[in-house]
């Protein structure tokens, strides 16, 4: 037996251990409570929650949480297929199987005959053969709004947000300069504050959604993402806290608001010393 199929050996038998303890725990006899009360529906929380730990890991770049958390996210994989299998909806080898089709069928330069020269090709042809795979004829196809609603529907707000920037400033809906995007941000941030003047709770959100909107594209005009943006502050801020903690000899709770900007300021300056 060849090296190759001995590591392929290896692979299957540990996914077949993996989905085996998933059965036993979703079996009603001597299974988990708590897997067995689960639903796809409750499961949401934990597939967003694995997905963006598995982000942050490999930002962290440590290989041992990199593969801990994909094993968490493979979890989540594994779970809901077994309580759709238990359904009888589908199996965890028709997911598999699925996804190997689509593979193959999305890359004829690979596994049929078609040339290409470039990735720019590569996702020309992937968008077309996608859109012949959900029916959609080539007119629809080109719908700007088809692109951008899907999108809107899939992705997290924030990444939804960029990627509709992005796709609709290639389309032509774009400032002509930089001073143009800061214009426009001064505007809704008057329109945002406006709002915050009324009692209407519906148009004070749409005015935070248009400023937010328009942050994301200042973001895109000086090639920054606002997604590792933020998640560097909410880091940052934790860490502050942390060792904030660690010089008050009282829980943080029991401080004021100007003793709290002290050690707030004496947080700063040692991470800042340490970088």
């Not at 400033?169 to 945002?192: D, H, Q, T």
């Amino acid at each position: 037996m060849s090296s190759s199929s001995t590591v392929n050996q290896s692979i299957l038998d540990a996914l077949q251990s993996l989905i085996e303890v998933v059965a036993q725990l979703r079996s009603p006899e001597g299974g988990c409570p708590w897997d067995l009360a689960q639903t796809p529906q409750t499961l949401i929380p934990y597939v967003i929650e694995e997905a963006y730990e598995v982000v942050d890991a490999i930002q962290s770049g440590e290989r041992e949480a990199i593969a801990e958390e994909l094993g968490d996210l493979l979890l989540q994989v594994v779970l809901q297929t077994q309580i759709a299998s238990e359904e009888q909806d589908f199996t965890l080898e028709e997911v598999a199987t699925g996804i190997t089709e689509k593979l193959i069928r999305r890359h004829p330069h690979v596994f049929g005959d078609v040339e290409v020269n470039s990735a720019a090709e590569v996702n020309q042809n992937w968008e077309q053969i996608k859109a012949t795979e959900k029916g959609e004829t080539p007119e629809q196809a080109k719908l700007l709004s088809r692109k951008l609603k899907r999108y809107a529907r899939s992705l997290p707000a924030l990444m939804a947000g960029m990627k509709i920037s992005q796709k609709a400033a290639a389309a032509g809906f774009e400032w002509e300069n930089i001073e143009g995007v800061w214009s426009k941000f001064e505007e809704e941030l008057g329109e945002f504050k406006e709002a915050l003047e009324s009692s209407d709770k519906a148009h004070q959100q749409e005015e935070l959604g248009d400023l937010l909107f328009t942050i994301i594209n200042i973001a895109r005009w000086y090639d920054l993402n606002p997604f590792d943006g933020l998640q560097g502050t909410n880091r940052r801020f934790i860490q502050r806290l942390e060792i904030m903690e660690k010089f008050a000899p009282r829980p943080l709770t029991d401080y004021d608001i100007n003793e709290l900007e002290s050690l707030w300021q004496q947080a700063k300056a040692k991470l800042n010393s340490e970088q």
